[in-house]
């Protein structure tokens, strides 16, 4: 049946095994993205047998999913309140930012008999989730500590996210700063300090990454092998793990500039269009 799409998962554990090593040449240790295939337990096992030995998702219902996988399992957002029994059951670690979510998890850990990883996240500019004050974030660090179900594990951000603001080398600099504070403040050295997404990589590349900062969470660049700040392809990775096989409906030669009055596009934007002259085009 088609359209259908070929998902190669050696392929994807081939890049995974070349951008873990990319990433490891740079102190940098890689955490596994699944929400592109919405928690697909393959996609977790490809990962883990590139190498990996932690899973991430946007969503508790795609980490249920991975119930039977042996991994430690992030929730890479910070969770609803209504949420927190199933992150409770299905995640090890999450990302957090409301002290309320904090303590509620803390509370629902006493009661399950669990514990859970909490990394704490700085706002650097992309207006995301995360603490803009310090001395807030600091203030939340030392009472996440006192919490006896919840550990401290790390801190976080999260840039190209929202307003698509790019890590540098200066704001790698302020969180590896944050780590050194929050450590003092905590009495202990943090685990995590995750500093980015695939977008990050180009930095890391040219050197631009700090000591202090040591975890990147990746999905597009394992799966697709492209870094995503300037859409290049990684030394070494493949870019045919996902292949879309369709039929072909059509193929004439026609004009690329349509004729007549172009309304508005399904985004309610008008459509510019280049001549590029004629082209055979396919239909699918
Ligand atoms: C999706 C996501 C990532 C992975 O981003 P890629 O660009 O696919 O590497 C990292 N962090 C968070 C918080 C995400 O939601």
Redesign the pocket.
């Known amino acids: 049946m088609y359209p259908r799409l070929k998902i190669y998962l050696k392929r994807i554990e081939e890049n995974t095994r070349v951008v873990r090593q990319l990433c490891a040449g740079h102190g940098i240790r890689v955490m596994g993205?699944t929400?592109?295939c919405c928690g697909a337990p393959e996609l977790a096992e490809a990962y883990l047998a590139g190498g990996l030995a932690m899973i991430?998702d946007?969503r508790v219902a795609n980490l249920k999913k991975l119930e039977n996988i042996e991994a430690e399992k992030w929730l890479?957002?910070p969770p609803m309140l209504s949420e927190i029994e199933d992150l409770v059951c299905y995640a090890d670690v999450s990302?957090q930012s409301e002290m309320e979510t904090v303590r509620a998890i803390n509370k629902e850990c006493e009661k399950q008999g669990k514990c859970h990883k909490i990394i704490l996240m700085m706002d650097l500019g992309d207006i995301?989730?995360g603490y803009v004050d310090e001395e807030e974030l600091i203030a939340a660090a030392v009472e996440t500590e006192k919490l006896s179900r919840v550990d401290l594990y790390g801190i976080g951000t999260?840039l190209?996210?929202f307003s698509f603001i790019q890590a540098d080398e200066e704001k790698m600099e302020r969180l590896a700063e944050m780590r050194k504070k929050v450590e003092n403040a905590a009495g202990h050295t943090l685990e995590i300090v995750?500093g980015?997404?695939?977008?990050a990589l180009d930095l890391m590349m040219r050197g631009g990454i700090c000591e202090g900062v040591d975890n990147?969470?990746?999905?597009?660049?394992?799966?697709f092998g492209k870094e995503?700040s300037r859409y290049t392809f990684l030394p070494g990775t493949r870019n045919d793990g996902f292949i879309l096989e369709c039929e072909v409906v059509e193929a004439k030669v026609k004009p690329s500039l349509p004729w007549g009055t172009a309304g508005v596009d399904s985004y309610g934007r008008k459509p510019v269009f280049t001549n590029r002259g004629e082209k055979r085009k396919k239909v699918i």
Do not use: D, P
């Open positions: 993205v929400k592109a991430g946007s890479i957002r990302l995301r989730e999260n190209t996210c995750s980015g997404n695939s977008a990147f969470r990746l999905g597009e660049s394992l799966l995503r």
